[in-house]
């Protein structure tokens, strides 16, 4: 079967926009995208360019056990997540392509549902598409009713909202679709920005929501916003080993395999814990200073407890504001590309560098 029809992407639609916060006389303050605009850490640069960077031959899929040995140890250090087998570790090519990719790797087809969260990054509906299956938007899944569910998507904290799922609600969906024999994935790429959420956000893979079993779960994770590995394209997949074992022999055929020099970088990037916590801190203050601003200038914010991003709404459609603001050369994304309940909100992103989020600040003041 062919796969639905893709969408428009998103961002092209913000084109009009763009042009128009760029001609401020200040110039444009972009926090339309997550993008990092920070220094990438020199211990991860100084790995990329080391003794793997002469390596001839072709990297594997799977990556070294050393790689592998490290995430699983960082898992564990960072976020409490116990009994990862290193076997049961995989990298990939960023987190979107696997994102967009995991329904079809996991075998999806016609009839088969994916479940996304109603507010959701886009590429989860664009991968059922692509897989040829059916998505369905809910935050509980148990709206899905009788339809035959195979894959259940997670996001905290969340890709728009910045809300953070407590281990009970992630417990369970965990059990909700094991029940049913779905996989759970849990997008966790935001995972190392807790900001200051009360309770602080968990894995899937975390005890207190699995028991330790890792059955039917693969947690998704990446070195893009915390490490500011956009550019490397450093991501990866761990949990359920026979899962794992499935999406590696895919990949291999597919060829699929992260550059040998990236791999030795994200070694680094994930036995360092100390510039994951100063790039928090540095988000964290820039959420602070532009929430405030937000607040001040008459709009409403929304969870944005932490990750990256503010979910704020004057309480007009997304795109009156997004060209409100783009007027003040500030550049956002309109809440509806996160899919309806998002008709009235925009998201604002705190990558921009401190100058640009302090113009950001001195403009919105009323």
């Not at 969408?7 to 990092?36: E, M």
């Not at 072709?58 to 995430?71: F, K, M, N, S, V």
């Not at 809910?138 to 035959?148: F, I, S, Y």
């Not at 932490?306 to 050369?329: H, I, N």
């Amino acid at each position: 079967m062919r796969p639905a029809a893709l969408p428009d992407f998103p961002w092209d639609s913000l084109a009009a926009d763009k042009a128009l916060a760029a001609v401020h006389p200040g110039g444009i303050v972009d926090l339309s995208v997550g993008t990092p605009v920070d220094p990438v850490p020199e211990v991860v640069r100084a790995a990329l360019t080391g003794p793997a960077a002469a390596e001839p031959g072709y990297p594997t899929t799977h990556g070294p056990a050393a790689l592998r040995e490290a995430i699983a140890a960082s898992l564990a250090r960072r976020f409490g997540v116990t009994g990862v087998d290193p076997a049961a570790v995989l990298p990939t090519i960023g987190s979107k392509e696997l994102v967009a990719w995991l329904p079809a790797l996991l075998g999806l087809g016609a009839g088969d549902v994916v479940v996304i969260p109603e507010l959701a990054y886009p590429t989860y509906e664009v991968g059922a598409r692509l897989a040829g299956a059916e998505w369905l938007r809910c935050d509980g899944p148990a709206a899905a009713g009788p339809r035959r569910v195979r894959l259940v998507w997670l996001n905290s904290p969340s890709n728009p909202t910045g809300r953070v799922l407590p281990a009970e609600h992630l417990r369970t969906v965990v059990a909700w679709a094991r029940e049913r024999g779905a996989v759970v994935a849990s997008d966790e790429c935001y995972l190392a920005l807790p900001g200051h959420a009360d309770p602080a956000p968990v894995s899937v893979l975390h005890p207190e929501v699995c028991d330790g079993d890792h059955t039917g779960l693969l947690a998704v994770h990446s070195m893009s916003k915390s490490s500011n590995l956009a550019g490397y394209r450093a991501a990866f997949v761990a949990g359920d080993p026979v899962l794992v074992a499935r999406l590696l022999e895919v990949r291999k055929h597919a060829g699929m395999m992260m550059p040998r020099p990236v791999q030795a970088a994200m070694a680094a990037a994930v036995a360092d814990d100390e510039h994951v916590a100063a790039q928090a801190a540095v988000y964290d203050a820039r959420r602070a200073r532009l929430r405030g601003a937000l607040e001040k200038a008459g709009l409403r914010v929304d969870h944005s407890e932490a990750g990256l991003y503010l979910w704020a709404t004057a309480g007009k459609p997304s795109r009156l504001t997004v060209r409100d603001l783009a007027t003040q050369g500030v550049l956002v994304a309109p809440g509806e590309f996160y899919g309806p309940e998002g008709a009235e909100h925009v998201r604002v992103a705190v990558t921009a560098n401190d100058e640009r989020i302090d113009a950001a600040v001195r403009r919105l003041a009323p």
